[in-house]
């Protein structure tokens, strides 16, 4: 007898779940959630050529405008992003001269690149529900 009463009780647990569902009645933003990538996937290797400009002082610059690291992520609460290089943490505020991050993003873009800048970059989404680690994306340079 309790078997069928479980069983009668998963069933009406069902139905009602079902209803809510259809009617749109349940509001998926309040359910905590671990966070996973949105993002358009990185090509897994980024190729950059420096260009070399000449300071007053006779210097060699070598640098390359451009280039973006997607990183972004669904969650709830909404996750916080961390970046590894080489395996090692990222700190992107230790080169905002150079690197600007995108807000409520993961995803940074280098304004100018140098030969440092070669390797392989990782980003991490946190939450309180858990963490989503990035597929690798290798920064490299070519003659």
Avoid at 12 to 33: A, E, H, K, M, Q
Avoid at 58 to 67: A, I, Q, S, V
């Amino acid at each position: 007898m309790a078997l069928v009463t479980r069983f009668m009780h998963y069933r009406l647990l069902i139905f009602i779940l079902i209803c809510c569902v259809r009617c749109n009645v349940i509001d998926w933003s309040t359910i905590p959630t671990p966070p996973r990538f949105i993002h358009e996937p990185n090509d897994p290797t980024i190729y950059f050529t420096l260009e070399s400009t000449q300071t007053s002082n006779g210097h060699n610059l070598d640098y390359l405008k451009e280039r973006t690291l997607r990183c972004i992520a669904d969650g709830n609460p909404s996750p916080g992003y961390k970046w590894k290089k080489n395996g090692k943490p990222f700190n992107l505020a230790l080169y905002s001269d150079r690197i600007a991050q995108r807000p409520n993003e993961g995803s940074f873009v280098f304004s100018k690149l140098t030969a440092a800048d070669e390797g392989v970059y990782q980003c991490e989404a946190t939450n309180d529900n858990g963490t989503a680690i990035s597929e690798k994306i290798t920064l490299k340079q070519t003659c």
